[in-house]
């Protein structure tokens, strides 16, 4: 082989090999990308201000394989397990809502609300001796909204609002535009045309409904931001609403947000989710630390207080997220524990735990089939009484499948709640 043969030939060899090593980065570079789409959204900090290095050890210390150690069989206590008649568990946390008139929060601003007065208290993302894994896991960076008989009410202030109806009147134009020369060029069609015909029905079908949409959106302004008698009094409400709103956002926790910019919406709105009255946190604390000093391991808490807006949106892919009137999370006295990753031994120990302070009478718990053991404080530490719990069954009422955390019962369900023992 001459010379310029084996140059030409470790050209082709270096071009292929450059060639694969770029294919691979690539692929790699893919494959990464979707397994961090498919990985739980709790292994982000959520944009929040947190240690990195403590952050990442948390992390590490929850998720790392046990080897076997405390590998042994579950035991279950009956304290945790669902009662014969399944809607006692929630009536027992709506019966405390009841006894003490608890504040619960409807959307953002309820609990915005809520943080600026003091009654619910801002958790760090991680500390020592728990880590916020997956709280806010689901929110996104839209507007901030007054959830109102079921459906989400824009909150702006005056400049927001004539934005608003200018952006309304733009795309009914245009959708009015579009839709005109789609049946233009329907009509002009020759019979025989059917695919191409069909094609252009749906199109003026989804811009039809796009139009509905705005119709919509238009009506609902109108309705609470209009002229009308409703208007003139939920109008004034509402842009008082989104002034406290805002004014919150410029100092929060020595941050500042921007309303306008979506990036700090969903990062607000983590920061708002990362609440729990002070009752409820006193009880997290204390599972924390026994849990850390027996396993040296931060504690994973999935979820802390949830306005019924939210709630919602979870409802969608989390069977276990109730819709009654009264969500024992939008209360801010409830939290879950994430047990996915514990061995049993873990499991067991934090099930002892639990199982003493509800015979205490300090908490309702449950573990739940969904990795989780949901936690409710009561806030002065006593339990409501059966008569308050049994009148408060029917608001605790409905399907199985929709207001209870599902956990199967058997021979060792509690037919009927422990007596608490007395507080020492």
Not at 14 to 28: C, D, K, P, R, V
Not at 151 to 158: A, K, V
Not at 271 to 284: D, E, F, I
Not at 357 to 369: A, Q, S, T, W, Y
């Amino acid at each position: 082989m001459n010379r310029s043969a084996r140059y030409s030939f470790l050209l082709i060899i270096t071009t292929a090999a450059l060639g694969a090593g770029a294919w691979a980065f690539i692929h790699f570079g893919m494959l990464r990308r979707q397994a961090l789409r498919q990985d739980d959204l709790s292994d982000k900090p959520s944009e929040r201000r947190v240690d990195p290095d403590l952050w990442a050890r948390s992390l590490e210390k929850i998720k790392e394989d046990r080897g076997g150690i405390g590998n042994v069989a579950l035991e279950i206590p009956s304290e945790l397990r669902h009662y014969s008649d399944r809607h006692w568990f929630l009536a027992t946390q709506v019966a405390e809502v009841k006894k003490l008139n608890v504040q619960r929060c409807q959307d953002f601003v309820d609990l915005a609300a809520m943080v600026e007065h003091g009654e619910v208290a801002s958790l760090p993302a991680v500390t020592d001796t728990y880590i916020l894994f997956g709280v806010g896991a689901r929110v996104d960076g839209g507007v901030f909204t007054r959830f109102v008989a079921n459906q989400n009410i824009g909150l702006n202030d005056e400049a927001g609002l004539r934005d608003a109806y200018a952006r309304l009147e733009s795309a009914h134009a245009t959708l009015q535009k579009e839709i005109s020369g789609l049946q233009t060029q329907l009509a002009a069609l020759k019979n025989g045309a059917g695919t191409k015909q069909d094609e252009l029905q749906k199109e003026i079908t989804a811009r039809q409904q796009e139009l509905k949409s705005n119709d919509a959106d238009k009506a609902q302004l109108e309705q609470y931001y209009g002229p009308a008698s409703r208007s003139a009094e939920s109008r004034p409400k509402l842009l008082r609403d989104y002034n406290s709103l805002q004014a919150l956002a410029k100092n929060f926790g020595g941050r500042s947000f921007n309303l306008d910019d979506s990036s700090d919406r969903e990062t607000l709105k983590v920061y708002l989710l990362s609440s729990l009255r002070p009752q409820a946190l006193k009880v997290l604390e204390e599972i924390a630390k026994a849990y850390h000093d027996r396993f040296d391991r931060p504690l994973p808490v999935s979820s802390l207080i949830r306005p019924e807006q939210y709630q919602r949106v979870l409802r969608r892919v989390n069977r276990y997220a109730v819709l009654i009137d009264t969500p024992p999370h939008s209360t801010g006295l409830a939290f879950d524990i994430d047990y996915r990753y514990m061995s049993g031994a873990e499991q067991n120990f934090l099930m002892t735990e639990l199982a003493r302070m509800k015979d205490d009478g300090r908490i309702e718990v449950l573990r739940e089939r969904g990795a989780n053991y949901h936690v409710f404080a009561f806030v002065d530490g006593v339990r409501p009484s059966d008569e308050l719990i049994t009148a408060s069954l029917e608001d605790a009422g409905g399907s199985d499948k929709e207001t209870n955390h599902v956990e199967k019962t058997d021979a060792n369900a509690r037919t009927k709640p422990r007596p608490a023992k007395k507080r020492r």
